[in-house]
C-alpha cells in the first residue's frame, strides 16, 4: 500500500529565507504527487501537482517541486517565504486508479519576521 | 462563490444526536469523497463516489452514512457518534475517480464537536 511521510512536523523560517519541505513516498508504480496547503480552519488548496514529464513542477505563490524518483521523494521548495505563507503544508501520493489520496501528517510552517 | 461548498461550517452534537453534512460542487465533476482530518492524524479517505455510486469505503463504522443524490451533491449522515469522531470533516470532488490521477478539490470543510 501507498504511503507518505513528511519527516518534519514543525519548520520554523524567516521571512524572506529559502524553504525546503521534505516528503517521502512509498508506491510501487509511477505516483501521481500533489503538494497541498491548509489555512486554520480552512480547507486543502492544491500548490502543485506531478503526474509525469518534467520532473521540476512550478506551482502557485511561488511554491516548485521536484519529483526524484530514486530517492522517492517529491520536496517542496520556496525561494523566499512570505509571512502569509504560514499555513500546514499536505504531501499526498495518487494512485493509478481514482484519486484516492494519501496524505502525509503534515508539516506547520511558521514564518518569523 | 467557491468551487466545493460544505455546511455548516461549524456543528456541535450530542452522542443521541442525528445531524447531517452537506457538500456541493459547482465543477462538473464526477467524483466526490469524504475525508476525515483528526488532530495529529493524517487525513483518512472515508467513502468514494463516482458517478453518484459509492466504490469505496475504507471500513467506516456505519454511524456514518453517506449519500449521493446526484453529481453535485454528497451528504454525510451522523448518528449516535463518539466524541473520538470529533475532527475536521472535508469533503472534496475531482473530475473522475477513473484511472489516471486528477486533482481534488477540497472545501472548507465541518467542524464536529461531539459531547
Known amino acids: 500500500a501507498q504511503s507518505v511521510t513528511q519527516p518534519d512536523i514543525h519548520i520554523t523560517v524567516s521571512e524572506g529565507a529559502s524553504l525546503e519541505l521534505r516528503c517521502n513516498y512509498s508506491?510501487?508504480?509511477?505516483?501521481?504527487l500533489f503538494w497541498y496547503v491548509q489555512s486554520p480552519g480552512q480547507g486543502l488548496q492544491l500548490l502543485l501537482k506531478?503526474?509525469?514529464?518534467?520532473?521540476l513542477v512550478q506551482g502557485i505563490k511561488g511554491f516548485e517541486a521536484e519529483f526524484k524518483r530514486s530517492q522517492s521523494s517529491f520536496n517542496l521548495r520556496k525561494p523566499s517565504v512570505h509571512w502569509s505563507d504560514a499555513a500546514e503544508y499536505f504531501c499526498?501520493?495518487?494512485?493509478?486508479?481514482?484519486?484516492?489520496?494519501?496524505f502525509g501528517a503534515g508539516t506547520i510552517l511558521r514564518v518569523k519576521s | 462563490e467557491t468551487g466545493v461548498t460544505q455546511t455548516p461550517r461549524h456543528l456541535v452534537m450530542g452522542m443521541t444526536n442525528k445531524k447531517s453534512l452537506k457538500c456541493e460542487q459547482h465543477?462538473?465533476?464526477?467524483?466526490m469523497y469524504w475525508y476525515k482530518q483528526s488532530a495529529k492524524k493524517p487525513l483518512e479517505l472515508m467513502f468514494v463516489?463516482?458517478?453518484?455510486?459509492?466504490?469505496e469505503n475504507n471500513s467506516v463504522p456505519s454511524r456514518f452514512s453517506p449519500e449521493c443524490p446526484n453529481s453535485s451533491h454528497l451528504f454525510l449522515h451522523l448518528h449516535t457518534l463518539q466524541p473520538e469522531d470529533s475532527a475536521l470533516y472535508l469533503c472534496?470532488?475531482?473530475?473522475?475517480?477513473?484511472?489516471?490521477?486528477?486533482?481534488?478539490?477540497f472545501g472548507q470543510g465541518t467542524r464536529l464537536t461531539v459531547v
Open positions: 499526498a501520493v495518487g494512485t493509478s486508479y481514482g484519486n484516492k489520496l494519501v
Open positions: 508506491y510501487g508504480a509511477t505516483p501521481y
Open positions: 506531478y503526474f509525469s514529464g518534467d520532473t
Open positions: 465543477l462538473g465533476h464526477n467524483a
Open positions: 472534496a470532488s475531482s473530475q473522475d475517480a477513473g484511472p489516471g490521477g486528477t486533482e481534488a478539490f
Open positions: 463516489y463516482s458517478l453518484e455510486e459509492r466504490v
